[in-house]
């Protein structure tokens, strides 16, 4: 199971990025898959997740209205636009797989694992 992320940076407060996560054929389908990050200093959470036919979507209420996740499955991608972003983003980002959007969500864990993509927020 191979999940590559890519996109993160270092944006002003305010400013945009969008994450890409990359997945292997077998692991894309049908899987759900999702994002979560960790900040320094702070437990791991669930930022956004996407069923596998990414018709449900869940979102923390920190980033509700400001982040949306896609997938796209012809290219075997999820993406995470994250726009008016805040110096509180700032972490660590991991795209994320398993079976279930909601247990994912709710039970702050996940199958599969990428590397983080750290996002950094300037004030």
């Known amino acids: 199971v191979q999940l590559q992320a890519s996109g993160g940076g270092l944006v002003q407060d305010g400013g945009s990025l969008r994450l890409s996560c990359a997945a292997s054929?077998?692991?894309?389908?049908?899987?759900?898959m999702g994002w979560f990050r960790q900040a320094p200093g702070k437990e791991r959470e669930p930022v956004a997740v996407?069923?596998?036919?990414?018709?449900?979507?869940y979102y923390a209420d920190s980033v509700k209205g400001r982040f949306t996740i896609s997938r796209d499955s012809p290219k075997n991608t999820i993406h995470l636009q994250m726009n008016s972003l805040k110096p509180e983003d700032t972490a660590a980002y991991y795209c994320?797989?398993?079976?279930?959007?909601?247990?994912?969500?709710?039970?702050?864990?996940?199958?599969?694992w990428g590397r983080g993509t750290l996002v950094t927020v300037s004030s």
């Open positions: 054929a077998r692991t894309f389908s049908p899987y759900a």
């Open positions: 996407i069923g596998w036919s990414g018709s449900l979507t």
């Open positions: 994320v797989a398993g079976l279930s959007a909601q247990q994912m969500f709710h039970q702050r864990n996940a199958d599969y």
